[in-house]
């Protein structure tokens, strides 16, 4: 089986800190039908090695997914600190259908589910 590997930048996405923190452990349901020692379900040692090695990256990627996303929130933050010390609405929705559209069109119907959970994370429930 041929594993593609689509991304390859090494590089920091951001400089922010990551918010690595310690993973779930497996569960009982991890290891009913995998070798002793094996969370991947892979059938063979190859296999396990493919995808240990894809998780690895998975789990940097994540880390870097949740930086930016924590400094989404701040730079938000800001904005939304500024236009309330000025008066305004805490919210703009206007603003808010212009980031939705963005990433329905970068990621289809599931990239507006993605930002509105951003957007509910970078000031709060509406
Ligand atoms: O762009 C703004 O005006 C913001 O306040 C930022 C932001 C966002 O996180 O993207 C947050 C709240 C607003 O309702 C709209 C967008």
Redesign the pocket.
């Known amino acids: 089986m041929t594993v593609t590997t689509p991304v390859t930048a090494t590089t920091p996405a951001t400089t922010a800190t990551p918010a690595a923190g310690p993973r779930p452990s497996a569960t009982a349901a991890d290891h009913t039908s995998a070798p002793a020692g094996d969370r991947t379900g892979a059938r063979t040692p190859e296999a396990a090695d493919v995808i240990s090695g894809a998780r690895e990256r998975i789990d940097a990627l994540d880390d870097r997914i949740i930086g930016l996303v924590q400094e989404?929130m701040a730079v938000?933050a800001v904005?939304?600190e500024a236009?309330i010390s000025s008066g305004g609405r805490?919210?703009?929705?206007s603003?808010?259908m212009e980031?939705l559209g963005h990433y329905r069109e970068a990621l289809g119907k599931p990239g507006t589910a993605l930002a509105m959970t951003?957007?509910e994370l970078?000031?709060g429930r509406i």
């Open positions: 989404r938000s904005i939304q236009r805490r919210v703009n929705l603003r808010e980031v951003l957007l970078c000031r």
